[in-house]
């Protein structure tokens, strides 16, 4: 695992801006290409507004032509091991294979490394999505 990324990731820390949590988080996302976007979290009083580190990140690669991904590291100001959250995750999941390696930052050289869909096993998906139309559709012809 490239230490490259976590340091990216934590360099991300020094602009998040979190005077309601003063919960820091960063990240650093890899495409398949080898480019790096990074994000911090953003937040706002109206705390349903704020934004995370892993949608920034991956909001500003798709802005620059960006859809397939390799590898996603999370870290916080507290090396406590911070996993995406499951709107994260699901918005990971639009883009990302579930073998996507994300990498959770414990400090120092220490990480954890989870799959996207050891995160979020049966995510939804345009396949379950179209599965349930037709089961609904199904149901109406009947």
């Not at 953003?42 to 580190?53: D, G, K, M, V, W």
């Not at 500003?60 to 406590?80: C, I, M, P, Q, Y």
């Amino acid at each position: 695992m490239p230490e490259s990324l976590v340091e990216r990731a934590r360099e991300a820390l020094d602009n998040a801006y979190v005077p309601y949590s003063e919960y820091t988080v960063g990240a650093a996302l890899r495409t398949a290409d080898g480019e790096v976007y990074v994000g911090c979290n953003i937040e706002n009083a109206n705390y349903s507004n704020s934004l995370h580190a892993e949608e920034v990140a991956i909001a500003e690669a798709v802005k620059n032509g960006h859809t397939e991904f390799d590898r996603l590291v999370v870290t916080s100001g507290a090396r406590d091991g911070v996993t995406p959250c499951g709107m994260c995750r699901q918005t990971l999941a639009e883009f990302c294979d579930e073998d996507l390696p994300v990498v959770c930052d414990l400090g120092g050289d220490d990480v954890a490394e989870y799959t996207l869909g050891e995160l979020l096993p049966n995510t939804i998906s345009l396949d379950t999505l179209e599965a349930a139309a037709a089961k609904r559709d199904a149901g109406a012809d009947e």
